[in-house]
């Protein structure tokens, strides 16, 4: 019976694959029985939609599909732990190409999912702030003035996030549009979630940078923030620890041909 390691010799070539046992989709691993034991044991009953959710997210995405089909499991796998959807509609958590890896990141619902899970959190938000809306904003004091009533148009200008603890403890941040392009610029990793929502990435920049600045992480928060900033080309230690056999995989791979035969 062959492990984990002899298997990760069969490398594959098709697609840039490179961890990925060669000939094996993303279902076929999924249908691993060590893999599904894993998610079954972090979401219970909710294991089957999730695993369903990154097959469809697969097939529905070119981009990932190229890439090393373990690392998207490894990277679902983290949005498992923190019970968080990857419907990339949702914007809670998302699994992105990055090469040919593919890597977690976490949209700023999910930030703000997490930090009110923790119970510490009466209240949190961000808005986009629009052309007209602004009337001033003290860097120091913090306190801003906000006139929805005299937007002038539907360009968006900033964002603006709020949070209040439940000991009354409160922080209001505002960041211009070119702020958050600067961020981008310098910070940014990958430019995949900018092109397909930059409003939702700048939600998130301003959201994140607030709450690891000035509020409470919880553990949650603490590892999606450490799993956001790792270098996304590198594997994750996680793929190793399913420890897939080949009797387990040609197993899997039956059951999908199966599954095809009688579709």
């Not at 450490?226 to 996304?232: S, W, Y």
């Amino acid at each position: 019976m062959a492990t984990n390691d002899s298997l990760k010799n069969q490398l594959s070539s098709k697609q840039g694959n490179q961890n990925t046992p060669s000939g094996y989709t993303i279902k076929q691993l999924m249908g691993a029985d060590s893999v599904k034991k894993r998610f079954e044991e972090m979401l219970d009953s909710k294991a089957s939609q999730f695993m369903a959710s990154v097959i469809n997210l697969v097939n529905g995405d070119t981009n990932l599909q190229k890439c090393d089909q373990m690392s998207v499991v490894s990277s679902a796998m983290v949005a498992a732990t923190l019970d968080l959807p990857i419907d990339r509609n949702l914007g809670y958590a998302w699994v992105i190409p990055y090469g040919n890896q593919a890597t977690f990141q976490l949209g700023y619902k999910g930030y703000i999912q997490l930090a009110l899970r923790s119970g510490q959190y009466r209240n949190i938000n961000v808005i986009e702030v629009y052309e007209g809306e602004l009337q001033s904003f003290n860097r120091l004091t913090e306190e801003i003035e906000l006139d929805f009533e005299k937007r002038t148009s539907d360009k968006v200008v900033g964002y603006t996030g709020f949070f209040e603890l439940i000991n009354g403890f409160r922080k209001t941040v505002y960041w211009s549009k070119a702020e958050i392009e600067r961020h981008k610029n310098k910070f940014s990793k990958s430019d995949f979630g900018w092109k397909n929502d930059w409003d939702a990435m700048a939600k998130k920049t301003v959201v994140r940078n607030m709450l690891n600045k000035w509020g409470i992480l919880s553990i949650d928060m603490q590892k999606a923030y450490v799993e956001e900033t790792k270098d996304p080309s590198e594997p994750s230690g996680d793929v190793i620890d399913f420890n897939l056999t080949e009797d387990e995989l040609t197993a899997a791979q039956e059951q999908f041909s199966d599954e095809k035969a009688n579709e």
